[in-house]
């Protein structure tokens, strides 16, 4: 399997703008999780899919914020508008609660920065 | 709420150091416990688990033992390599797949 991949893997956009985040998870995987790490705050667990159905959105920021999962082979995460704090980078992984006992595979990340 | 706290970084060694990377958490269960590795520009990989007390985790000469009585999961390697210059992050999982992390601590071996 080609492992977790995302796209792209780097964004550099201008304040305001709408920023898209893709993630395509192992196939197999029944979980999918969106992460984000910067230096100041390490690494936050924004939100989290089981079977496409969001369990824990608690870490999302704000609701400039949104994810879905439309299918077990996609996921997005949309910043709208887009402001410089978001500037950091933003980790996918995914999980299988048979397979693998709950191992999280991570994706090599986008890195964002907003002007 | 659960947490997982680990060694301040930045940690510097020399090739063939001893390591210890200190991991201390808290949690009402009984949790699995992890150490995952980021070489730089790269997103998190496992490196070793337990998942039950006095279980021993152990990957690419790095070890770590699940001590219930201390709360601790200690990451040691005997002998460090250049190769090793990562970033290291302690987490837990309590039944669900949520991982909770550590703060990550930054090793850098120097030749």
């Known amino acids: 399997d080609a492992g977790v991949i995302q796209s792209p893997r780097h964004e550099v956009t201008e304040m305001g703008q709408e920023v898209t985040l893709r993630c395509k998870p192992i196939?197999?995987?029944?979980?999918l999780f969106w992460y984000r790490q910067t230096m100041m705050r390490g690494l936050e667990l924004l939100i989290y899919?089981?079977?496409?159905?969001?369990?824990?959105d608690s870490g999302m920021p704000e609701d400039r914020f949104s994810a879905k999962m439309p299918n077990a082979s996609f996921s997005t995460l949309k910043i709208q508008p887009s402001e410089p704090r978001d500037s950091a980078v933003y980790f996918c992984?995914?999980?299988?609660?048979?397979?693998?006992?709950?191992?999280?595979?991570f994706g090599a990340g986008t890195r964002l920065s907003v002007l | 709420g659960d947490s997982v706290t680990q060694m301040e970084g930045p940690v510097t060694l020399s090739e063939e150091a001893f390591l210890t990377i200190n991991c201390t958490y808290t949690?009402?269960?009984?949790?699995?416990l992890f150490w995952y590795v980021q070489y730089p520009g790269e997103g998190l990989q496992l490196l070793l688990k337990?998942?039950?007390?006095?279980d021993k985790g152990s990957n690419k000469g790095f070890e770590a033992t699940y001590r219930k009585e201390t709360t601790s999961f200690h990451l040691e390697k005997g002998s460090v390599q250049v190769s090793d210059s990562a970033v290291y992050f302690c987490?837990?999982?309590?039944?669900?797949?949520?991982?909770?992390f550590g703060q990550g601590t930054r090793l850098t071996i120097n030749p």
């Open positions: 337990a998942t039950k007390a006095d």
């Open positions: 196939s197999g995987h029944n979980s």
């Open positions: 899919f089981n079977n496409n159905v969001p369990i824990d």
């Open positions: 987490a837990l999982s309590q039944g669900a797949q949520k991982l909770v």
């Open positions: 992984a995914s999980s299988s609660r048979t397979e693998t006992k709950n191992i999280q595979y």
């Open positions: 949690a009402t269960g009984y949790p699995s």
